[in-house]
C-alpha cells in the first residue's frame, strides 16, 4: 500500500532557529500533500495544503512565512519552521493525497518537534 | 465549514468487550467518512471508510455506521483487545480532511 515517510521523527531546536521537515511518498505520486500539526490531546488541525509546483495554501491563521512549504516534486515536499519558539513545540504530521477528492490521505509517522 | 465533533473524550472498555466510539458532523453534504487510529507518537493508521450511499460497512473485528439524517457516524470494534488501546478520530473527506476531536480507547485487563 501507499507509504508516506517523514522525517526526522523527533527534533530539537533551540529558540530562533529553524527547522526542516520532510514528506516523502514512496510507492506513489502525491500531487498534493498536507501538513498537520497536533498539540497534546488535540486533534489534527491541518495548516496548509501543498501542491505540486505551486505555492501551498494555508488555513486560516497559519502564517505562510513562518512555516515555509515546498513541493518541488511529485515524491517530497518540505516543511520549514523558521525563527521556531518554545510555542512552535508539537507534533507535526504530513499526509499525501494523489491528486483526487474523497480520498483516504496516507499519514507520515510525524515529526515532534521541541524549542528550547 | 466542516466540523466535526465527538461525544465522548475517553472510552474505557474491558478487554474482550466490544468498543463504540461517536461521532457527529455538520456538513449533510459530506459524502466520505474516515475513521483512524493514533497510537502515542505516531501518525494517524486509516480504519475503515465509508461513503453516504452506504449506512454500514464491515472489516476485520470493526464496523463503521453511517446515519446520514442525523449527521452520525460511529465506529464499533467487537472484542476489544489491549492493542487496541489508542486515540481514534473520525474524519469527513472532500478536497481536504477534517477531524474530530478524538476518542481515547483504554482496554483494562
Known amino acids: 500500500g501507499a507509504v508516506v515517510s517523514q522525517h526526522p521523527s523527533r527534533v530539537i531546536c533551540k529558540s530562533g532557529t529553524s527547522v526542516k521537515i520532510e514528506c516523502r511518498s514512496l510507492?506513489?505520486?502525491?500531487?498534493?500533500m498536507f501538513w498537520y500539526r497536533q498539540f497534546p490531546k488535540q486533534s489534527l488541525m491541518l495548516m496548509a495544503t501543498?501542491?505540486?509546483?505551486?505555492?501551498?495554501?494555508?488555513e486560516q491563521g497559519v502564517e505562510k512565512d513562518k512555516f515555509l512549504i515546498n513541493h518541488a516534486s511529485l515524491t517530497l515536499s518540505t516543511l520549514t519552521v523558521t525563527s521556531a519558539h518554545p510555542e512552535d513545540s508539537s507534533f507535526y504530521i504530513c499526509?499525501?493525497?494523489?491528486?483526487?477528492?474523497?480520498?483516504?490521505?496516507?499519514f507520515g509517522s510525524g515529526t515532534r518537534l521541541t524549542v528550547v | 465549514g466542516e466540523s466535526v465533533g465527538l461525544h465522548l473524550p475517553t472510552l474505557s472498555v474491558q478487554e474482550g468487550d466490544n468498543s463504540i466510539i461517536n461521532c457527529a458532523y455538520s456538513n449533510s453534504a459530506s459524502d466520505y467518512f474516515i475513521w483512524y487510529k493514533q497510537e502515542s507518537g505516531k501518525g494517524p493508521q486509516f480504519i475503515i471508510d465509508?461513503?453516504?450511499?452506504?449506512d454500514k460497512r464491515q472489516g476485520q473485528r470493526v464496523t463503521v455506521l453511517l446515519n446520514k439524517t442525523v449527521k452520525h457516524l460511529s465506529l464499533q470494534i467487537a472484542a476489544t483487545q489491549p492493542g487496541d488501546s489508542a486515540v481514534y478520530f473520525c474524519?469527513?473527506?472532500?478536497?481536504?480532511?477534517?477531524f474530530g476531536g478524538g476518542t481515547r480507547v483504554l482496554v483494562k485487563p
Open positions: 499526509s499525501a493525497g494523489q491528486g483526487r477528492t474523497n480520498y483516504g490521505y496516507t
Open positions: 474524519a469527513v473527506s472532500g478536497n481536504k480532511l477534517t
Open positions: 465509508i461513503r453516504s450511499n452506504m
Open positions: 510507492d506513489f505520486q502525491a500531487t498534493t
Open positions: 501543498s501542491n505540486e509546483g505551486s505555492k501551498a495554501t494555508y
